[in-house]
Nanobody, 120 residues
Framework: EVQLVESGGGSVQPGGSLTLSCTSS????????MSWLRQAPGKGLEWVSA????????YYEKFVKGRFTMSRDSSKNTMYLQMNNLQPEDTAVYYC?????????????WGRGTQVTVSS
């Protein structure tokens, strides 16, 4: 199974920013579509954003569009999620995942996650 490792989570106040990173030691992240998922306390896993295999097309869940930006650096084999204007409802464990699927249950490979907490 492919190993994905997330980092960059933390605690911020509402309106703050964080940048999450995802890297893999086992495969080239630039050769496949990738997604960010999250799971808020007491809720199910939900899709946040995705980047197509070509690195050009990016997709965002409506509640993060305009605040979150997904990117990747092929030279570092790292994917990023820049999160601005964070709100308490963004509090969740964030996971990077292989692929881009319309059904959350189709995701089969993701990392251990990084915690993001937004509170005053």
């Amino acid at each position: 199974e492919v190993q994905l490792v997330e980092s960059g989570g933390g605690s911020v106040q509402p309106g703050g920013s964080l940048t999450l990173s995802c890297t893999s030691s086992r495969f080239d992240l630039s050769k496949t579509a990738m997604s960010w998922l999250r799971q808020a306390p007491g809720k199910g896993l939900e899709w946040v954003s995705a980047i197509a295999y070509d690195g050009v097309n990016k997709y965002y869940e409506k509640f993060v569009k305009g605040r979150f930006t997904m990117s990747r650096d092929s030279s570092k084999n790292t994917m990023y999620l820049q999160m601005n204007n964070l709100q308490p409802e963004d509090t969740a464990v964030y996971y990077c995942a292989e692929g881009y699927y319309s059904i959350i249950q189709d995701y089969f490979n993701w990392g251990r996650g990084t915690q993001v907490t937004v509170s005053s």
